[in-house]
Every structure is written in C-alpha cells, then in structure tokens.
C-alpha cells in the first residue's frame, strides 16, 4: 500500500500543478487582465465582443476566488480532525474567531450606520416581526 501511495505521489502533484495550478498566481493573472480589459473601457467605447471578454474575465477570477476559499476551508476541516477539540491555543483562536464572525457589531438602519447594541436587537427584531407578521 505505502509503494503504491508513492507510485501515485508523482501524477498526483503533476494533475494539481496543470488544473489548478497556483491559486493566487491565477487570481492575480486574471485581476491584472480584468483590470486592463475595464481601464480601456474607460478609455473608448468598447464593443460586444470586449463586454463579453470583460464578463468573461470576472467569471474566471471568481472561479479562483471561490476554489481559494475552498481550498483553505478544507485545510482548516483537516486541521480540525487532526487537532480536535483539545485544549489547544488553535481550538480557542478558532472559536474566538468563529464567535467574532457571526457577530453583529453594527447594521445599517434606513440608510444610518448603528453600533448601539440595544438599538440593533430592536431594529432586528422588528425587522423578523413584521416580516412574519404579514400575509
């Protein structure tokens, strides 16, 4: 088994580097091309074809961008299972941080920014009330 783990190292390496390659190599690469391709935009009037070219170029960026997000949320997953939930400075740094994410220290009310967490519970909570309230 461990030869044939060996074997396959090889090809495997060779098929990430041709498919995906350097992530945030690709991503630059297609920020730099978007970001010519909307300056000359700016500079004449571009035709159908350089739209398409330009809708084309974001699509691939966000392709990368969301195969970035992915391939750090699965090496997060592996340092979970490897790490567990033990008492480690990880585990708590990971719970801070999860904690901090799904906070909400203001919202935007009719157009003003609050940050008073009082005036966000009510707002919130008036918000689900007549959104449940209605028919």
Known sequence: ???????????????????????????????LALRKAEEEALRREIGVVEWSRIEAL???????????????KQLSRCKVIREGDRNTKYFHLSATMRRNRNRIDKLLIQGV??????????SILEYFKDLYSKQ
């Open 113 to 122: 920014e609050v940050s008073d967490e009082g005036r966000i519970k009510s």
């Open 1 to 31: 088994m461990e030869r044939k783990l060996k074997l396959i190292k090889r090809p495997l390496k060779k098929w990430n580097g041709e498919v995906f390659g350097h992530i945030d190599r690709n991503i630059k690469k297609f920020d």
């Open 58 to 72: 974001r699509t691939q960026m966000w392709l990368w961008m969301v195969r970035k997000e992915r391939y750090w």
